[in-house]
């Protein structure tokens, strides 16, 4: 209120003084134009014959309206005559008439004539150019003072009531907009403190920002609540269980400080255009789930390649970022490529030769020199990002992802030996014989032996990998150890089987699904019985044989005709790389070809959902499909697999398993298929829609409690487990020993 009053008292000064200076230009331009009437007949009578005459000019003068009195005065400004009533007002000379006299020009200015405010404009009087006197002209100024008073009046009364009318609007608004908001968000955090964490908070108002990190705080809270009941839980049904929150303890009490660098291709946070604003994408990954609770642990860093076209913006002067964005807890490094060395690295040499050599999948793998130099120098240009983010590291801690970067290790490890290193290869690897296809099997092979550990998902995998190895390089094998000897340095390769993240514990009963014909209405289908298969277009994944499985299952039954429908969430995948373009191509015009034969109405078999799907897009299939198709020709786990059995928390569908995936020797209790026998394909098919509800339970409780026990968080515990128990090696302890050797 003092504010307001302050600044409209301030206003108003400033409108009165420039209404008072209006009016007193005004009758200042009025005098002027009045008084120089009055000269032109004073001046000829100024020395006239009869004095009387000027006298009588002078009265005549004052007495018109709106004029106090007129006076004349000589050259020395002594009075000589004025109109009756004014020259017992003068007291003293009007200092405007000496103005005028002097310096030749009309004056004006107001004065108190007695009481009365007055508004005084002399102007010289002339007889040949010479100034023989002045002429005044006296108005009443008392519209003045009184107009001044008039705004003053009404601008107190104006005040008043804007102050008024102000503060009660501000109470209104600080009730709704301020005490309002205040009440909930306590409110809210009151039944938040008492153990309501499900509470949900108030509509974001003026609290908006405070509401959203209190939501982190919540969820934060919630996190840990659930992870202490879940331990407890653990502790006293005896089991071990692993969790985030565990796997992070644990990690911490095992790097014990030292620093934990991830390399990756892909990156845990990239950020696109979208627009003229920059959007931030969190893409689908399990390795995700695996890792960011270690790196959150540690403050550790993720090296990675910054693929989005908004990557460089969000980045400080050394390429780096703090992620998650919303509590920032470890360092994301971004690596840059050329589109060439993109084309060349990982295209070229890692998915057009790699890739189909490790997979067996009948595409012929590509090796072309000039792809081999990009995968060189990509891997160079990686391992100069890791070794200047650990430049002053003790006991560094490496964890290298994947066929991407099989160089990296050994580049490392030159630079680094106190590092310990670790490579996980996603990707089965071949027998001997079929990687002799590649030929940089010599240097690829060097390159990853210079890690300390090298982890694959299932144990054939390890054997066709050191079988490779005693077959291409001059090594040292133990084989009852699983490890490699060279160049004075031991490599360990073990088997970590990756999971997912472990299975949700229902607080209360699971709803029934509401079954496939709602979600296939939704798509503009019908049906009453749904499969679901959940895939990369990739030649690996064995979709279109999956497609001739469903073709002969409705050939042999026609009864399901018109009942099951079959849906394909298939995202495009390396569109630029000819393969995967004709294979996409190939799998839309099979799907076609199959619907033509068998479409009636609204119902079709095959229902192709060709874009990428975020897992809670997915996630509604997993529940209402009675079974879900994993048929990979070759793979070295499958998460589609256990991401379906993860979700039915409802402990229903069937589970149809290629033979040939790493997840077909853990989940024994999947329908287990050659993907290539479409006959064996559809008998999988009909029986998983015919098995009996308790069998069907039977299994998928069994899946489920594997899978909890073996989720991702032990894979990670696992593989940083057997890395932490393999001893640094530093550089000065090295040199003493070869010395010793030496001599």
Not at 351 to 378: I, S
């Amino acid at each position: 209120m003092i504010g307001i009053s302050a600044v409209v008292f301030v206003f108003a000064d400033f409108y009165a003084r420039m209404e008072q200076n209006r009016l007193r230009d005004r009758l200042q331009w009025h005098a002027e134009v009045l008084a120089e009437s009055m000269r032109e007949r004073i001046e000829p009578l100024f020395d006239g014959p009869s004095f009387k005459q000027l006298e009588s000019a002078v009265e005549r003068f004052g007495s018109q309206g709106g004029v106090l009195g007129v006076a004349v005065y000589d050259e020395h400004g002594k009075l000589l005559t004025a109109s009756s009533g004014l020259a017992t007002r003068l007291s003293i000379t009007p200092g405007t008439v000496s103005q005028a006299i002097t310096r030749k020009f009309v004056q004006a200015e107001l004065l108190t004539l007695g009481t009365m405010p007055a508004h005084v404009c002399s102007v010289p009087l002339h007889r040949h150019q010479a100034v023989i006197g002045a002429l005044a002209l006296f108005q009443d100024a008392s519209s003045l003072v009184a107009q001044r008073q008039e705004i003053w009046r009404r601008t107190i009364l104006g005040a008043l009531l804007l102050i008024f009318s102000i503060t009660l609007i501000m109470l209104l608004v600080v009730r709704r907009s301020i005490t309002g908001p205040i009440a909930k968000t306590a409110a809210w955090m009151k039944e938040l403190r008492t153990g309501s964490l499900l509470a949900a908070p108030p509509e974001p108002e003026l609290f908006g920002p405070l509401q959203t990190e209190l939501g982190h705080f919540v969820r934060n809270l919630a996190v840990a609540r659930a992870t202490a009941d879940e331990e407890a839980r653990l502790r006293d049904a005896a089991e071990s269980q692993w969790t985030a929150e565990r796997l992070r303890v644990h990690v911490q009490g095992q790097l014990q400080g030292a620093p934990l660098f991830v390399v990756s291709n892909r990156e845990p946070y990239m950020h696109v255009h979208k627009g003229k604003s920059v959007d931030l994408v969190v893409p689908a990954s399990g390795l995700v789930t695996a890792l960011e609770p270690i790196l959150c642990a540690c403050d550790g860093t993720w090296v990675a390649h910054g693929a989005g076209d908004a990557d460089r913006q969000t980045v400080d002067r050394h390429d780096r970022l703090r992620v998650p964005p919303d509590e920032p807890h470890y360092t994301l490094r971004r690596v840059w490529l050329t589109a060439e060395e993109e084309q060349g690295y990982y295209c070229g040499f890692a998915n057009e030769g790699l890739w189909p050599l490790c997979h067996l999948a009948h595409t012929r793998p590509l090796f072309r020199t000039p792809d081999w130099d990009h995968y060189q120098q990509v891997n160079r240009r990686f391992a100069n990002a890791v070794l200047e983010e650990m430049a002053g590291a003790k006991d560094p801690v490496v964890l290298v992802q994947d066929y991407h970067f099989a160089l990296l290790p050994r580049l490392i490890k030159e630079s680094r030996p106190d590092a310990r290193v670790a490579i996980f290869w996603h990707i089965p690897w071949p027998n001997a014989e079929a990687f002799g296809i590649c030929p940089q099997q010599r240097e690829l092979l060097d390159g990853l032996l210079g890690a300390d550990l090298i982890g694959f998902h299932i144990q054939a995998h390890c054997l066709n990998f050191l079988e490779t190895v005693d077959a291409a390089l001059e090594s040292r094998i133990e084989w009852e150890r699983s490890a490699v000897g060279r160049k004075g340095h031991f490599t360990l390769v073990k088997p970590f089987p990756i999971s997912v993240a472990a299975p949700a514990v229902a607080e209360k009963p699971v709803e029934p699904s509401p079954g496939a014909a709602p979600l296939l209405k939704a798509l503009g289908h019908e049906g009453r019985l749904m499969g679901v298969g959940v895939d990369r277009v990739d030649y690996t994944k064995g979709i279109i044989e999956r497609f001739h499985g469903i073709e002969r299952f409705l050939e042999k039954y026609p009864a399901y005709q018109g009942q099951f429908t079959f849906v394909q969430i298939g995202a495009p995948s390396r569109m630029n790389i000819p393969s995967y373009h004709d294979l996409f191509t190939q799998v839309e015009a099979e799907a076609a070809r199959i619907n033509r034969r068998f479409q009636s109405g609204r119902w079709m078999p095959i229902v192709l959902l060709n874009r990428q799907h975020s897992h809670r897009e997915i996630e509604p299939f997993y529940r209402a499909a009675d079974l879900c198709m994993v048929t990979a020709l070759h793979d070295g786990m499958n998460l589609v697999a256990k991401e379906y059995v993860a979700t039915r928390d409802d402990d229903q569908g069937v589970l149809i398993l290629s033979r040939f995936t790493g997840a077909s020797r853990e989940l024994r209790d999947a329908l287990i298929v050659n993907p290539y026998d479409a006959e064996q394909v559809a008998e999988a098919i009909r029986f998983a829609l015919e098995m009996d509800p308790e069998e069907r339970k039977d299994r998928m409780q069994t899946m489920r409690r594997r899978v909890k026990d073996h989720n991702v968080y032990r894979w990670a515990a696992n593989l940083l487990g057997e890395l932490f128990e393999i001893r640094p090696e530093h550089p000065d302890v090295e040199q003493a020993r070869k010395a010793g050797n030496a001599s």
